[in-house]
């Protein structure tokens, strides 16, 4: 079993730079794919980015690409999403997640493949 704690929320203006991180506890971090989920008010949870156990093997949402970047740092049980160019759009609370093993990469992006969630941390872009 894993915990997830996210953390580098807050808020910045449209255009602006964030980085999240996920901390996990356990010793088997590694072992894990693990991805980053987000929801805005009113809206349902979304896939954003996720990334192999290996670091080898990365998707993202198509709202995201080439501005979002996923990495992990299996040393420090530690996983990243540095956000760039941020728009108001991107406001929501981002919650990062973790499934044991290697599913194929058509699941990455599927909510219910993930069996560990965080508490998600809150990111607001301003116009």
């Known amino acids: 079993q894993v915990q997830l704690v996210e953390s580098g929320g807050g808020l910045v203006q449209a255009g602006g730079s964030l980085r999240l991180s996920c901390t996990a506890s356990?010793?088997?971090?590694?072992?894990?794919?693990m991805g980053w989920f987000r929801q805005a008010p009113g809206k349902e949870r979304e896939f954003v980015a996720a990334i192999a156990w290996s670091g080898g093997y990365r998707d993202y949402a198509d709202s995201v690409k080439g501005r979002f970047t996923i990495s992990r740092d299996n040393a420090k049980n530690t996983l990243f999403l540095e956000m760039n160019l941020l728009e108001p759009e991107d406001t929501a609370v981002y919650y990062c997640a973790a499934v044991q093993g290697s599913p194929p990469p058509s699941r990455y992006s599927v909510e219910a493949n993930y069996d560990y969630w965080g508490q998600g941390t809150q990111v607001t872009v301003s116009p």
């Open positions: 356990g010793r088997t971090f590694s072992s894990y794919t």
